[in-house]
T-cell receptor
Framework: AQSVSQHNHHVILSEAASLELGCNYS??????LFWYVQYPGQHLQLLLK??????LVKGIKGFEAEFIKSKFSFNLRKPSVQWSDTAEYFC???????????????FGKGTKLSVIP | GAGVSQSPRYKVAKRGQDVALRCDPI?????LFWYQQALGQGPEFLTY????????KSGLPSDRFFAERPEGSVSTLKIQRTQQEDSAVYLC????????????FGSGTRLTVV
């Protein structure tokens, strides 16, 4: 079974600082990778996803993530954070195998980001 | 509707009480998923429906948990004889197909068992 590790539980940054949130997964096969964001009081929203092709994926609101297959990693980055980026961020993986179970998402525990104005 | 609607938003249940949580998916969405999110954890898969068929219930933690989607639209997650460890946010998501290309989550129901 696959698992997802997010290295940081809580990250505190000042506005304009650069952000990198770590995500590692354990699964030897082909995977689809996702980052979701949950703003305070709101539902989970898809930030970006990787299925195949260019390992550098650009998402909404200036976020990007890089898939490094050799490191089983899919780290989220943003060059300059804003106060409005304060939220919880979840990395998720879907094992790309045929048959039952391929639609399930396995989530990490999440990283809470607090941006100080 | 425009999004996935879940009700109630909050539910407090006494231990041993039965609860029913409702999910109204986006109209026309074939696939419906239930996830459980305990405090400080990421969401964990519970069950999956394709139309009215429950194709996977492998994530349901015990036989006290039961989900249905009788007409292929609204779904209900029922928990019988609630226990304190059932306290969590229960998330519903729907998508047009079984893939992840259009997975939309609802805001969840926060269940607290006292």
């Amino acid at each position: 079974a696959q698992s997802v590790s997010q290295h940081n539980h809580h990250v505190i940054l000042s506005e304009a600082a650069s952000l990198e949130l770590g995500c590692n997964y354990s699964y030897g096969g082909t995977v689809n990778l996702f980052w979701y964001v949950q703003y305070p009081g709101q539902h989970l929203q898809l930030l970006l996803k990787y299925f195949s092709g260019d390992p550098l994926v650009k998402g909404i609101k200036g976020f990007e993530a890089e898939f490094i297959k050799s490191k089983f990693s899919f780290n989220l980055r943003k060059p300059s954070v804003q106060w409005s980026d304060t939220a919880e961020y979840f990395c998720a993986v879907n094992a790309h195998e045929s048959g039952a179970g391929s639609y399930q998402l396995t989530f990490g525990k999440g990283t809470k980001l607090s941006v100080i104005p | 509707g425009a999004g996935v609607s879940q009700s109630p938003r909050y539910k407090v249940a006494k231990r041993g009480q039965d609860v029913a949580l409702r999910c109204d998916p986006i109209s026309g969405h074939v696939s419906l998923f239930w996830y459980q999110q305990a405090l400080g954890q990421g969401p964990e898969f519970l069950t999956y429906f394709q139309n009215e068929a429950q194709l996977d219930k492998s994530g349901l933690p015990s036989d006290r948990f039961f989900a249905e989607r009788p007409e292929g639209s609204v779904s209900t997650l029922k928990i019988q004889r609630t226990q304190q460890e059932d306290s969590a946010v229960y998330l519903c998501a729907s998508s047009l197909s079984r893939s992840h290309y259009g997975y939309t989550f609802g805001s969840g129901t926060r269940l607290t068992v006292v």
